[in-house]
């Protein structure tokens, strides 16, 4: 999701298209995948020296890697990461499926307590685009609920990287309740007709010349 927040802040930047409800969307996922990145390490999923080293390397080549996808074609990125969010959830299930039952005895960590049922739960809806805010808020008993919870992000994750795949079509949650209230303009402000450079020169080619 940084990658994306980067190219856009890019393209804000050149005055090529701005639109401010996909960087709120995408910072709330990267929010979302930053505390799941918190839980795990208060598990111990970074004592060991390894461990660390090949996460951060992977994590540097994953984000070069979707700079580029994203700045070449913003629909193969999203495609891409919706093929990674889905096989996450799909690990996710298989794992509680098969340890559900010890999970339920051990305690929940405390940056998942904190992260699900404390605090301003705002970006906590933001990433979800395909719910209304406030509707979901978990229950945090044990490591069940943790990782029950984990995996129904990747899920939301999932629904919002297809959501994404066609042009202008994400909005934020909240935008929605915005616009109950105050009939403004909408959050997606001018921009080109096109996303990315493979996608620019294809239209470029094919528009008709004047």
Request: charged share 25%; with cysteine; proline share 4%.
């Amino acid at each position: 999701m940084e990658a994306f927040m980067s190219v856009l802040h890019m393209y804000e930047s050149f005055g090529w298209w701005r639109r401010a409800d996909y960087l709120k969307v995408h910072f709330a996922e990267s929010w979302n995948e930053m505390h799941h990145l918190l839980i795990m390490e208060e598990l111990g999923g970074n004592s060991w020296w390894f461990d660390r080293f090949l996460a951060q390397h992977i994590a540097i080549f994953y984000y070069i890697m979707t700079v580029f996808m994203y700045a070449l074609s913003p629909r193969m990125a999203y495609h891409f990461s919706e093929c990674v969010e889905s096989h996450a959830y799909e690990t996710y299930d298989k794992f509680i499926k098969a340890q559900g039952e010890e999970l339920k005895k051990l305690p929940a960590p405390e940056a998942a307590i904190k992260y699900y049922t404390e605090g301003d739960l705002y970006l906590f809806d933001e990433f979800q685009t395909f719910r209304p805010p406030h509707t979901r808020r978990p229950k945090i008993e044990n490591l069940y609920d943790v990782f029950l919870n984990i995996r129904d992000d990747e899920a939301e994750h999932c629904k919002t990287m297809k959501a994404c795949q066609t042009h202008g079509n994400l909005r934020s949650p909240h935008s929605y309740m915005e616009d109950a209230v105050d009939d403004e303009v909408e959050c997606i402000l001018p921009q080109a007709n096109c996303e990315g450079i493979v996608d620019c020169l294809k239209k470029s080619l094919t528009s008709p010349s004047r």
